[in-house]
Nanobody
Framework: VQLQASGGGLVQAGDSLKLSCVLS????????MGWYRQAPGKQRELVAT???????NYADSVKGRFAISRPNDKKMVSLQMNSLKPEDTAVYYC????????????????WGQGTLVTVSS
């Protein structure tokens, strides 16, 4: 299983950017997909997640500005980022939590390679 993220870049404060992530490989099912980010000198933090039933969760810092979605192709997740701020500058990582095939129990976490988002003031 691999996750390929794309869409990062350099933008100005107030601009918008859309990140996309595609999961390749065979999985039994996907529990959730999401985005995390890591700024220089800081720990990786949750940005947004979406479950297989469509429930979403956002970090307080991005609520009202970012929107996560999973199109009909459920092996893909997108993050629409609006009203970007310099503090949004970070490497953004795509994550997928997948089911294990029976008789195994539990789940597996997969990470993409990260895509850099830089917001200038």
């Amino acid at each position: 299983v691999q996750l390929q993220a794309s869409g990062g870049g350099l933008v100005q404060a107030g601009d918008s950017l859309k990140l996309s992530c595609v999961l390749s490989g065979t999985v039994v099912g996907i529990n959730s997909m999401g985005w995390y980010r890591q700024a220089p000198g800081k720990q990786r933090e949750l940005v947004a997640t979406i479950t297989r039933t469509g429930d979403t969760n956002y970090a307080d810092s991005v609520k009202g500005r970012f929107a996560i979605s999973r199109p009909n192709d459920k092996k893909m997740v997108s993050l629409q980022m609006n009203s970007l701020k310099p503090e949004d500058t970070a490497v953004y990582y795509c994550n997928a939590n997948t089911m294990r095939p029976p008789p195994l129990v539990g789940s597996d976490n997969f990470w993409g390679q990260g895509t850099l988002v830089t917001v200038s003031s």
